[in-house]
């Protein structure tokens, strides 16, 4: 729906333009270039800017996530001690994780300028890399009795089909992260590759002057996050975890806000 949506007041806008074309009797159409460097939530930027109308400019470029990493942990689903088989097996209450983002897309944008004043609004799409973020424990083969309780829990659920017993793992949010065989986590939170964009905004892409700065608030709609581990993706089981704060988060959202602030000044 948000994609039809976004297609409907992109080509309204297009439309719009045309119309701005052909009352006009000097088009501006690609008359100047413009170089701009952008950073804020979507990471650090490199576009090019061009007019399309007194009304309407097109930008076109790519944005990257420098490979920030946030530490925090993760709570285990299960007592210190898991007792299968009348064998107790003791697991830790937490487990340190680190994440690290990884963002990179290419953006084409279009600024709507309804006045030719600085006031803009913004609407098009972010494309490229689909996974956001890396998830995965601090410490090396940290995890080993949690996948040595798991071991047991299968034999036992294999043998008593009618009383099953929930494996151990690390608790993101509604989704439960079990280790592999040698104790280690590794999950990757993915969402769209085709992020459509809408915002508003301050600032002209390509400056009346030689230099020109531009201040931007919107929004990045790239679905439901989806968490992968071990080569398959994850269902939610609404495990309700409380820890893992900035990742938690990012498990949930399905639109990303965003900030940027560009730089720019007009080649030709």
């Given at each position: 729906?948000r994609?039809l ?16 074309f ?9 008359n ?28 076109v ?16 689903n ?10 107790e ?65 299968d ?8 009383d099953?017993i929930?494996k ?60 992968f ?15 893992g ?6 498990s ?16 030709f």
């Amino acid at each position: 729906m948000r994609n039809l949506l976004f297609v409907g007041a992109l080509l309204i806008g297009l439309g719009f333009s045309e119309n701005i074309f052909a009352q006009e009797k000097n088009s501006v159409l690609f008359n100047h270039l413009s170089i701009g460097a952008s950073a804020g939530t979507s990471g650090i930027g490199l576009d090019l800017a061009m007019p399309m109308s007194n009304y309407l400019q097109m930008r076109v470029g790519v944005d990257a996530m420098p490979n920030i990493k946030y530490n925090t942990s993760l709570k285990i689903n299960a007592p210190d001690k898991v007792n299968v088989y009348g064998q107790e097996i003791a697991v830790p209450n937490k487990v340190d994780i680190q994440a690290k983002s990884n963002l990179f897309n290419g953006k084409l944008l279009l600024d709507f300028y309804p006045s030719k004043g600085i006031f803009h609004i913004t609407v098009g799409t972010y494309f490229g890399s689909n996974k956001v973020m890396k998830v995965y424990n601090k410490e090396n083969g940290s995890l080993m009795d949690v996948t040595t309780a798991n071991k047991m829990i299968d034999v036992y659920n294999q043998t008593h089909p009618s009383d099953q017993i929930q494996k151990v793992g690390l608790e993101l949010g509604d989704y439960l992260l079990t280790p592999d065989a040698n104790g280690n986590v590794e999950a990757n939170i993915q969402v769209k590759r085709f992020k459509p964009y809408a915002g508003l905004g301050v600032g002209r892409a390509v400056p009346k002057k030689n230099i020109g700065f531009m201040l931007e608030l919107g929004c990045q709609f790239w679905g439901t996050p989806k968490i992968f581990t071990q080569g398959h993706e994850l269902t939610s089981e609404n495990v309700g975890g409380n820890d893992g704060g900035v990742v938690k988060n990012i498990s949930k959202i399905s639109i990303y806000p965003m900030l940027n602030f560009r730089l720019c000044g007009k080649l030709f």
